[in-house]
């Protein structure tokens, strides 16, 4: 079975980065689709960011653009996402989704695989 790992999450300062990563085991990570989705204090889980399983592009939700970076290295199975920038409103759970040979999209029900969720927590 596919199951997927999240690590990295923790607390940061504004202004400051913070790296969080996702593992895929169980299947070729290179066939899936991945995706950040981030649940905030009192509000629906919402989406980040996602990478195309071919050609690896990207789809950024307009909160986080110029910030946020997701990327992949298919030879580790990871998936990352790069956090530059930090504002104390991206404090989040944050989730790790995947589906396999599909394109990059948006919503939650899109995705079939997903991690137990990192505490991102953002200082002023």
């Known amino acids: 079975q596919v199951q997927l790992v999240e690590s990295g999450g923790g607390l940061g300062q504004a202004g400051g980065s913070l790296r969080l990563s996702c593992a895929l085991s169980?299947?070729?990570?290179?066939?899936?689709?991945m995706a950040w989705f981030r649940r905030a204090p009192g509000k629906e889980r919402e989406f980040v960011a996602a990478i195309r399983s071919g050609d690896t592009k990207t789809n950024t939700t307009d909160s986080v653009k110029g910030r946020f970076i997701i990327s992949r290295h298919n030879s580790e199975s990871t998936v990352y996402l790069h956090m530059n920038r930090l504002k104390p409103e991206d404090t989040a759970v944050y989730y790790c989704?995947?589906?396999?040979?599909?394109?990059?999209?948006?919503?939650?029900?899109?995705?079939?695989?997903w991690g137990q969720g990192t505490q991102v927590t953002v200082s002023s």
């Open positions: 989704a995947a589906k396999r040979w599909t394109y990059a999209h948006t919503l939650p029900d899109d995705y079939d695989i």
């Open positions: 169980g299947r070729s990570f290179s066939e899936y689709a």
